[in-house]
């Protein structure tokens, strides 16, 4: 993800999180250590965004608006 992404929407309320699927989350730590996020860059090893949103491969994308619900589903 372009780290201008996030800065340039973070001022209109926009919030970027990455979630790495990995099962180690030390093998996801060097990509991460790479990346440099200005956002919030998590791993989720139990593959819980796998069952609660349906991703079925990465990358991959939902948009969740300010009250929770998610406007744009898996596709």
């Keep these: 993800m372009r780290k201008a992404f996030h800065e340039e929407l973070a001022p209109a309320g926009?919030?970027?999180?990455?979630v790495a699927l990995d099962t180690d989350?030390?093998?996801a730590r060097p990509?991460?250590?790479?990346?440099?996020?200005t956002h919030?860059?998590?791993?989720?090893?139990?593959h819980q965004m796998v069952?609660?949103?349906?991703?079925?491969?990465a990358p991959f994308?939902?948009?969740i608006d300010e009250t929770g619900?998610?406007?744009?589903?898996?596709?």
């Design 14 to 18: 926009v919030e970027i999180v990455t």
């Design 25 to 27: 989350v030390e093998a």
């Design 31 to 37: 990509f991460h250590e790479a990346a440099h996020p």
């Design 40 to 46: 919030p860059s998590l791993v989720d090893p139990a």
């Design 51 to 57: 069952e609660h949103f349906g991703m079925t491969n």
């Design 61 to 63: 994308a939902i948009w």
């Design 69 to 75: 619900t998610i406007v744009r589903p898996a596709e």
